[in-house]
């Protein structure tokens, strides 16, 4: 291969995901700060008519996505990767890997995810500050989660903000399927209260769900929000299509990017390194880079920077069950947003408000594994369950020096008890709403649950065991917190302990994993150290 410098540059930012698309969009705001964008992936498509990037109805799951796999059964591999020689008792629970199709667009997850605009709840970042990142309390970022909101259906300015470039709205009352608010029917009469504003508070609640869409369902994405309106100032550059592969070091001072472009490496400068490849692409750059846990680098001849494990620790998703079902006639839509209504409420594992539920309304078939041939019904319905803070925790770790070979991963999400326990009381609420007459008329059947499992602990557990899934909401891997504390890899600014010059802003830097999806707070998240990389470099 070949290898060329190219200019210097103020910033650069790796990742043009949901906080590369805020971090890049914010700094080049100084025009007097040359700031260049890195994306594996190619430039967003969504304005053409027959891209499924415009589309907030569907995911998005094939020719802009990373095709990564989480292990969520097996045993943990980094041990063995250090020591093959170890070995290995076959594991009955040895199931093929679940497919992470995170986005690879600029736009990152944001162009190929629901659209879903749901806060972290308040005392999610009380666990923030007890986990070592106090400056990051709910009164220090409730400012910057309105300063992103264009709140298009909530007057209060104190808790919502009507100025920012993410346009959010909520579907009107004559735009609600019958199916979902059958569903709203069903949660408010077991007792669990209609919200206006489902992203204020965390007690019980049904309510409309906010969505960065509009006319309908067109995916308003974070590209579409803040990186086309600043692409005509000159001092932002882009580069799609383009690999960061490592960042370069100098006695400890980032220096600057190698980047893959069109078969060649390009050494490219700056005075600043923004990391916002996501909670699986900033680890594992990282790794490549030399920073992390010496003993991995070693095994890889890897020359190591700074020896610190915590990178690509601590991985957290939100643990999922979903329960399949097939709709009467008319009750799935196209172009329309896929979750109109949602819930939160206890499983009744204890009083914690620790599961969310939803209908997923138009899922087509085909996207669904064992659904294939079910040509008669071209649409499903998805009643899910989604556990908000779970317990478990894994990893991730490279195999290679080079980017083409994608990270393990390991996130054991069927062998925490607590977490399937809350998940079985979840996925009983469910079953007592989706049997409600006014959910029930909207319905064929339900496929696989039955009665007779639901009132069975052992079957029950079970089932969510082997049923369980990713949310696709990969956080903490660069956890932020005191440099005292050994499993933290930066500190509350994002900056890496022990480097100068490189700067963490995405997902992940969680402590812990929110309530709620993370991509809203993701972009918070860049938002506020965006701030804090302009007052430090004015």
């Known amino acids: 291969m070949n290898t060329s410098s190219s200019s210097h540059y103020d910033y650069i930012v790796v990742g043009g995901g949901t906080a590369g698309c805020v971090m890049a969009a914010r700094l080049s705001e100084d025009s007097s700060k040359s700031v260049l964008l890195i994306e594996s992936g190619g430039d967003s498509n969504a304005g053409e008519p027959e891209s499924p990037l415009s589309d907030a109805s569907r995911l998005v799951l094939e020719n802009y996505n990373w095709q990564y796999e989480v292990n969520i059964h097996g045993a943990e591999r980094f041990t063995h990767f250090l020591q093959p020689a170890i070995e290995q008792t076959p594991s009955r629970n040895r199931r093929k890997p679940f497919g992470y199709r995170l986005g690879k667009v600029l736009g990152g997850s944001s162009a190929i995810n629901g659209a879903v605009a749901l806060r972290a709840f308040p005392s999610d970042f009380s666990c923030w500050a007890e986990m070592g990142a106090p400056n990051w309390a709910w009164q220090n970022v409730l400012p910057w989660y309105c ?24 579907p009107a009352t004559e735009e609600i399927l019958p199916l979902e608010k059958g569903f709203a029917t069903a949660c408010m009469s077991s007792g669990v209260p209609w919200v206006a504003d489902f992203n204020q508070g965390e007690e019980p609640a049904v309510g409309a769900v906010p969505a960065n869409v509009v006319r309908g369902a ?8 803040y990186i086309t309106p600043a692409k005509q100032r000159s001092n932002l550059q882009i580069l799609t299509e383009s690999t960061a592969e490592r960042v370069l070091f100098d006695k400890g001072i980032a220096t600057g990017v190698e980047v893959l472009r069109d078969g060649d490496y390009q050494i490219i400068s700056a005075s600043k390194i923004i990391l916002c490849a996501g909670a699986i692409g900033s680890p594992a750059l990282l790794q490549r880079s030399g920073v992390g846990d010496a003993a991995l680098l070693q095994k890889l001849d890897i020359p190591v920077v700074a020896d610190i494990p915590a990178v690509g620790n601590n991985l957290s998703d939100h643990a999922s069950v979903v329960m399949w079902a097939l709709p009467r006639s008319g009750n799935s839509q196209v172009k329309t947003p896929w979750r109109q209504t949602a819930a939160r409420l206890s499983s009744g594992y204890d009083a914690q408000v620790d599961v969310q539920l939803g209908l997923m309304n138009n899922v087509a078939s085909e996207t669904v594994p064992g659904f294939h041939n ?9 009643a899910s369950v989604m556990l908000m803070r779970p317990e478990a925790r894994g ?32 996925v009983r609420q469910m079953w007592q709403i989706i049997n409600h007459p006014d959910v029930s008329s909207c319905l064929e059947s339900v496929q696989f649950w039955r009665d007779s499992m639901i009132s069975n602990e052992e079957v029950m557990l079970n089932a969510v065991r082997n049923l369980v899934s990713p949310g696709w909401h990969a956080s903490g891997t660069v956890r932020m917190g005191s440099s005292a504390q050994s499993d933290t890899a930066a500190d509350e600014k994002g900056s890496i302990h022990g480097l100068d010059n490189i700067t963490v802003a995405d997902a992940s830097l969680f402590p812990c994993i929110t309530s709620m999806p993370t991509n809203l707070t993701t972009a918070m998240v860049a938002e506020r150290i965006a701030s804090f990389l302009m007052e430090e470099n004015p």
């Open 147 to 170: 300063k992103l909101e264009n709140d298009s259906d909530i007057a209060d300015e104190t808790l919502h903000g009507h100025r920012g470039p993410l346009l959010i709205r909520r």
């Open 374 to 382: 079910r040509t008669e019904y071209p649409f499903l319905v998805g």
């Open 218 to 225: 067109e995916r308003f994405d974070f590209c579409r929000a």
């Open 395 to 426: 990893r991730l770790f490279i195999r290679s020096r080079n980017s083409d070979e994608l990270p393990t991963i390991d996130l054991p999400l069927s062998q925490n008890m607590s977490d399937l326990r809350r998940l079985v009381g979840g």
